[in-house]
């Protein structure tokens, strides 16, 4: 039996790529073994507040003698940290808003990178080392080498480097582009490159939530 955490963050609850991504493969990690658990959090419906401290940055045992946060403030981050640290898989579905992540997704990732509990430190290793995280990102325009939007994209970025490189998770990026093709006159030619890459994407989220559902951990490229 395994836990998946699955958090969606995009402002459009009916045609979002990244959430229809992100329920397949939480769909497919469900069905993959008897007992899998899926924890939904819907980050804009029940958006987080802004981390309420700036000791809260770091584990009790880092702080300064003087910090004195909010004890409601803490007991949430440390509830976010505990669904966190039970989670046997990550899932975070996101689009690219203004080049840059949702806020409400940046709120959570504020509360949940502790060093010194989730993030290294002199007093901590990374309880979370190894432990899988899927990155499912939608990109309203082409963000391909060569193109004007190249280099453009600050959210997944972010996101590798804090739950990979800080956390140690093994970060696995599904990506699909060009979304809004259909909407947007500039990119009239696009559409039919970004209905492939979109269904490529939800192929490659059945895949993977299946694999890691029954506990197979090695990402097929």
């Known amino acids: 039996m395994s ?8 402002a459009d609850r009916s045609t979002s790529r990244s959430r229809a991504i992100t329920a397949a493969f939480a769909s497919a990690f469900r069905d993959a073994e008897p007992g899998n658990t899926v924890v939904h959090r819907d980050l804009h419906a029940d958006p987080l507040p802004h981390l309420a ?7 009790a045992r880092l702080r300064s003698a003087d910090a004195r946060p909010e004890p409601a403030a803490e007991d949430l981050q440390q509830r976010l940290i505990a669904e966190l640290l039970e989670a046997d898989v990550l899932l975070l579905g996101f689009p690219l808003y203004n080049y840059s992540l949702p806020s409400s997704l940046k709120a959570w990732l504020d509360h949940i990178h502790v ?3 989730t ?24 963000y391909d080498n060569g193109t004007v ?8 970025p972010v996101l590798e480097l804090i739950l990979g490189e800080e956390m140690g998770m093994a970060v696995t990026v599904i990506t699909t ?13 696009q559409t039919g490159r970004s209905e492939s890459e979109y269904a490529h994407a939800l192929r490659l989220a059945r895949d993977l939530g299946e694999r890691l559902g029954s506990g197979t951990t090695t990402p097929r490229r």
């Open 53 to 59: 401290d700036a000791s809260l940055h770091w584990a």
């Open 177 to 189: 582009s060009l979304t809004l093709a259909s909407s947007v006159p500039a990119l009239a030619g």
């Open 3 to 10: 836990t998946l955490l699955h958090l969606d963050s995009s």
């Open 115 to 117: 060093p010194g509990q």
């Open 149 to 156: 939007n190249e280099g453009r994209d600050h959210a997944t």
């Open 119 to 142: 993030a290294p430190s002199a007093i901590s290793g990374a309880p979370l080392t190894g432990r899988p995280a899927v990155l499912v990102t939608s990109r309203g325009g082409d």
